[in-house]
C-alpha cells in the first residue's frame, strides 16, 4: 500500500518570503504521478502542481516548484514570492500511472501568509 | 464552463439514518470519485466510478455505496449513519479512459455532513 507523508502540521511565513512544504511517499511501483492541492477555507480542493514519476526535470508553475528526489522518495513544495492568497491547507498526494485514478493523500500542512 | 457541483452544500442527520449525496461532473468527464474528508485530516478514497462501473473502491463498510447514471453524475449513499461519518465528502471528476490520462482531478466544493 501507498502511504504519504507530511511532517510539518503548520507553517508561518512572511508575505513576499519563500516557504518550502515538505512530503515523502512510500511504495514499491516505478511509475506514479505527484501532486500538491491546495485547500482554502473555501474547501474547494485546486491542483497546484504535478509530477510525472518518470520526468527527472522537476515541475515548475509560475510562483510554485517541486524539488522531486525519486530515490528518497521525496516531493516537497516551494512556493516564492508568497502572498496572502497562499494562506490554505497543502496536501501530497500520490497517484499510480495505471489502474483506478485514486489518490492518496497525506494529513496536510496549513500554511498562513502573514502581512 | 460549470465545474464539479455537489448538493447538498450541508446536511444534518442523526445516528441511524440514511444520506444520499450528489454529485455532477464536468462536461465531458467520465469518471467520477468519492472522497471523505475528516476534520483536520487529509481525503481518504472511497470508490471511483467510470463509465457507470465502479473501478475501485477503498476501506471503507458496505454502509457506503454508490452508482453512476447515464449522465455521468454520481450518487454516494451512506446508510446506518454513525458520529463517525460527520465529514466533508468531495467528489472529483477527470476524463477517465481506462488508462491514466494527462488529466488531473477536478474536485467540488464537498457537501459537509454533521451526524448529531
Known amino acids: 500500500a501507498q502511504t504519504v507523508t507530511q511532517s510539518q502540521p503548520e507553517m508561518s511565513v512572511q508575505e513576499a518570503e519563500t516557504v518550502t512544504l515538505s512530503c515523502t511517499y512510500d511504495t514499491s511501483e516505478n511509475n506514479y504521478y505527484l501532486f500538491w492541492y491546495k485547500q482554502p477555507p473555501s474547501r474547494q480542493m485546486i491542483l497546484v502542481i504535478r509530477?510525472?514519476?518518470?520526468?527527472?526535470q522537476n515541475a515548475t508553475e509560475n510562483r510554485f516548484s517541486v524539488n522531486f528526489q525519486k530515490a528518497a522518495k521525496s516531493f516537497s513544495l516551494k512556493i516564492s514570492d508568497s502572498q496572502l492568497g497562499d494562506t490554505a491547507m497543502y496536501f501530497c498526494a500520490f497517484t499510480l500511472h495505471f489502474g483506478n485514478e485514486k489518490l492518496t493523500f497525506g494529513t496536510g500542512t496549513r500554511l498562513t501568509i502573514i502581512p | 464552463d460549470a465545474g464539479v457541483t455537489q448538493s447538498p452544500t450541508h446536511l444534518i442527520k442523526t445516528r441511524g439514518q440514511q444520506v444520499t449525496l450528489r454529485c455532477s461532473p464536468i462536461s465531458g468527464h467520465k469518471s467520477v470519485s468519492w472522497y471523505q474528508q475528516v476534520l483536520g485530516q487529509g481525503p481518504q478514497f472511497i470508490f471511483q466510478y467510470y463509465e457507470k462501473e465502479e473501478r475501485g473502491r477503498g476501506n471503507f463498510p458496505d454502509r457506503f455505496s454508490a452508482r453512476q447514471f447515464p449522465n455521468y453524475s454520481s450518487e454516494l449513499n451512506v446508510n446506518a449513519l454513525l458520529l463517525g461519518d460527520s465529514a466533508l465528502y468531495l467528489c472529483?471528476?477527470?476524463?477517465?479512459?481506462?488508462?491514466?490520462?494527462?488529466?488531473?482531478?477536478?474536485f467540488g466544493d464537498g457537501t459537509r455532513l454533521s451526524i448529531l
Open positions: 509530477q510525472e514519476a518518470y520526468k527527472q
Open positions: 472529483a471528476s477527470s476524463p477517465g479512459s481506462g488508462l491514466w490520462v494527462n488529466q488531473p482531478q477536478h
